[in-house]
């Protein structure tokens, strides 16, 4: 089965310009996080989806960051404009939403803003 | 407030010599409990998971971890380290509500010496 699937792996860019990263969950998980990974400050979750719906958006750090889910096989996190102080590896992450099963994470995207 | 310590940062161990990682959650009702791996480079991947039952549960790569009510506690053991358990290691907790986010601790990286 295919795992969730994260692109681009590697982004890098310069201040100020807009970056998107995607994200294909697992097919038929209904719960879909996004997180940010930081030597200073570990995985923070930013903003999980159930059923599309976002639920929870209160990591999200400035209005600079929007994530949305149009449907059920992908999401997309935007950062407009971008700041060197964003740069980290951004972890998608899904799972059927039972409490019971464990999240299912992809490989990541690098960011690194100039 | 529901929170997950792993209260070692780092952690060396010699090849072939017992591991035990700790983890601590402060939380209202008792949740379901994970330990994931990550490797440099890599998403988190899951080794173990606790629901209910038996209190020691087996995971992926000759890992286990008991859950201690009393303690709050859920570390995770292995008797023989491997070079290639070289890696990250997260401990999380998750309500058994669905749909909800699981709380991360800030990991605990653990180095391998020959």
């Known amino acids: 089965d295919a795992g969730v699937i994260q692109s681009p792996r590697h982004e890098v860019t310069e201040m100020g310009q807009e970056v998107t990263l995607r994200c294909k969950p697992i097919?038929?998980?209904?719960?879909l996080f996004w997180y940010r990974q930081t030597m200073m400050r570990g995985l923070e979750l930013l903003i999980y989806?159930?059923?599309?719906?976002?639920?929870?958006d209160s990591g999200m750090p400035e209005d600079r960051f929007s994530a949305k889910m149009p449907n059920a096989s992908f999401s997309t996190l935007k950062i407009q404009p971008s700041e060197p102080r964003d740069s980290a590896v951004y972890f998608c992450?899904?799972?059927?939403?039972?409490?019971?099963?464990?999240?299912?994470f992809g490989d990541g995207t690098r960011l690194s803003i100039l | 407030a529901q929170s997950v310590t792993q209260p070692d940062i780092h952690i060396t161990v010699s090849e072939g010599a017992s591991l035990e990682l700790r983890c601590n959650y402060s939380?209202?009702?008792?949740?379901?409990l994970f330990w994931y791996v990550q490797s440099p480079g890599q998403g988190l991947q899951l080794l173990l998971k606790?629901?209910?039952?038996?209190?020691l549960v087996q995971g992926i790569k000759g890992f286990e971890a008991e859950f201690k009510r009393s303690q709050s506690s859920f570390n995770l053991r292995k008797p023989s380290v491997h070079w290639s358990d070289a890696a990250e290691y997260f401990c999380?907790?998750?309500?058994?509500?669905?749909?909800?986010?699981?709380?991360f601790g800030k990991g605990t990286t653990l180095s391998v010496s020959s």
């Open positions: 992450a899904s799972s059927t939403g039972q409490g019971d099963q464990p999240q299912h």
């Open positions: 939380y209202g009702a008792t949740p379901y």
């Open positions: 097919s038929g998980h209904n719960s």
């Open positions: 606790y629901f209910s039952g038996d209190t």
């Open positions: 999380a907790v998750g309500a058994r509500q669905a749909g909800t986010a699981l709380i």
């Open positions: 989806f159930n059923n599309n719906v976002p639920i929870d």
